[in-house]
């Protein structure tokens, strides 16, 4: 195989390196073009672009692959545990039962959170979102661990840690606190699923929470762990790329997710389904709307960037909904139609031709709602899955002492022209 491509322009010949990764994606590597050419590239909403090498996660958007460190996602999904996945992301490797013993025993020694923090709660209105909690009060971590940026391998994973443990009680925070009940405190004797529920529903000393809960969280978290370079990753990579510090970074990203384009969309979903069932159920009508080019209105939890295909996270989650709805005696009516407008989309020749397949948060909210998280905290619950992923990605940054993200621009504004007093114009 090559490794030189030729750009030709006019009577000019650039020749640029081509980068072949494991899995033999082809890149052409510009960095240098704007040196040897004047021309940079160009590509609105980086549909094109790679920003980095990354070893953390594989994704073949055509076949509908999707690997964490080289393991398919639906073994993950049906074998592992979160906390492992965790590991597996940070480290690179999945941990032996020693390795795993240590990396836990390490999280519960630092789930404590500032209980002064506690105060910002108090600024917030109770109709306040969730995420717009949740991303103030882990930049506000940085005031207490961090700040100064050590990013010596020791200090990478020290800040790593205490982020990890400490998000499941931030974001109780924001279920409980906006609601005015009690603040939980963490058990760290609990595995990280079932410290997270407990800390979200325990009333009292006697709970426990329902091995079946368990078990569907742990899916849902491991299905949003990573997700190689989205939206937020992207964000909490560029963020970082500044040096800024990772809870900064990680705020950023959980800015980045709440938007209904992305993570946001999980909430949104919900909202149509029941949308469409207080209007009478009428499907067709809202498949109509989508492909109306004058309404705004898109099919929430349809498409996606990079899979033209089945997004393989939406099959296990379509399939795990069914199955947790059944265990926990759960019938929820907007299940119906939600699979009713997957047939609908799945054989109109506009979604056919756009390639526009039901993506993970087509599913997950019917499985949310049936855990009982409520609507607002869908998004929280994907920060609380993507967490690792993007401490993983702003970790392989760092390591990889990747440049200040700084993209180019095409000009296209007003030339030169002199300022004009006030009283002229
Ligand atoms: N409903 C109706 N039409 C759609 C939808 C949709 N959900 N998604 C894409 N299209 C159409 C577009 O209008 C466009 O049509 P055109 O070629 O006639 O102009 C075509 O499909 C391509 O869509 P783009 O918006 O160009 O694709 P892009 O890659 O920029 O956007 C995105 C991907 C944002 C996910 C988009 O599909 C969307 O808005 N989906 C709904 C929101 C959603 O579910 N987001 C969650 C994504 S998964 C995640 O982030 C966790």
Known sequence: ???????????????????????????????????????????????????????????????????????????????????????????????????????????????????????????????????????????????????????????????????????????SWALRGLAGKQLNVANPSLDYTSNLLSLFFAEDSNYKPDPTIVQALNTLLILHADHEQNCSASTVRMVGSSRANLFASVSAGISALWGPLHGGANQEVIEMLEAIKADGGDTMKYINKAKDKNDGFRLMGFGHRVYKNFDPRARIIKAACDNILSKLGVSDPVLKIAKELEEAALNDPYFVERKLYPNVDFYSGIIYRALGIPVNMFTVMFALGRLPGWISQWKEMIEGKEPIGRPRQVYVGALERDYVAIGDR
């Open 1 to 171: 195989m090559a490794n030189q491509a030729t750009l030709k322009y006019n009577d000019q010949s650039y020749e640029l390196p081509v980068v072949v990764g494991t899995e033999n994606e082809l890149a052409l590597d510009i960095s240098t073009l704007r040196d040897k050419s004047g021309f940079i590239t160009l590509d609105s909403g980086y549909k094109n672009t790679g920003a980095t090498k990354s070893a953390i996660t594989f994704l073949d958007g055509e076949l509908g692959v999707l690997r964490y460190r080289g393991y398919p996602i639906d073994q993950l999904a049906e074998k592992s545990t979160f906390t492992e996945v965790i590991y597996l992301l940070l480290y690179g490797s999945l941990p032996t039962s020693t390795e795993l013993s240590a990396f836990e025993a390490k999280l519960a020694a630092n789930v404590e959170v500032p209980a002064q923090l506690a105060k910002m709660l108090d600024a917030f209105p109770a109709d306040a979102h969730p995420m717009a909690v949740i991303s103030s009060l882990t930049t506000s971590l940085s005031a207490y661990y961090g700040a100064e940026g050590d990013f010596s391998k020791e200090g990478v994973d020290k800040v790593a840690i205490q982020l990890l443990a400490k998000l499941p009680t931030l974001s």
